[in-house]
């Protein structure tokens, strides 16, 4: 049974507003290849730059962008729904969603991938946490 926008705390909803708005933030520029394509470059390029460890990004090829892009635009959509509508339910979700990233976030970089990606490791984590501590508190 899904809680409808009215019956969701001022609170929740804020949360997971925000969590949509970050996560809108992070990939919008991976919905597209005219945008991934330049974004991608520039980190791998900030990588070298700033001397993180593990592997720069690689140049991406036609399949490889397609998932990227294929991913960036769901993510829009998802968060486009939790942005005009922050339920209970859509929050849940997307901290089962966030913390699966983190995950993977921390697989990658164990595996060798640069590790620019930690601070989106912490992000993540950190926004789950807050997701299910808010979900907790309320069916106290």
Not at 12 to 20: L, V
Not at 34 to 40: D, K, V
Request: positive net charge; contains cysteine.
């Amino acid at each position: 049974m899904e809680t409808t926008l009215s019956q969701t705390p001022l609170v929740s909803r804020r949360i997971i507003f925000w969590g949509a708005a970050y996560d809108v933030l992070v990939t919008a520029a991976f919905a597209t290849q005219w945008t991934a394509a330049p974004f991608l470059r520039f980190l791998s390029e900030l990588h070298a730059q700033l001397g993180f460890a593990g592997t720069a990004l690689p140049i991406v090829d036609p399949v490889t962008m397609l998932f990227v892009n294929f991913s960036g635009t769901l993510v829009l959509l998802w968060s486009a729904l939790r942005l005009f509508r922050p339920a209970l339910l859509y929050g849940a979700l997307d901290s089962v969603g966030q913390l699966a990233v983190a995950l993977w976030i921390f697989v990658a970089v164990q595996a060798g991938a640069t590790t620019m990606s930690l601070p989106l490791w912490r992000a993540k984590t950190e926004i789950s946490r807050c997701s299910r501590n808010d979900m907790r508190n309320i069916s106290d």
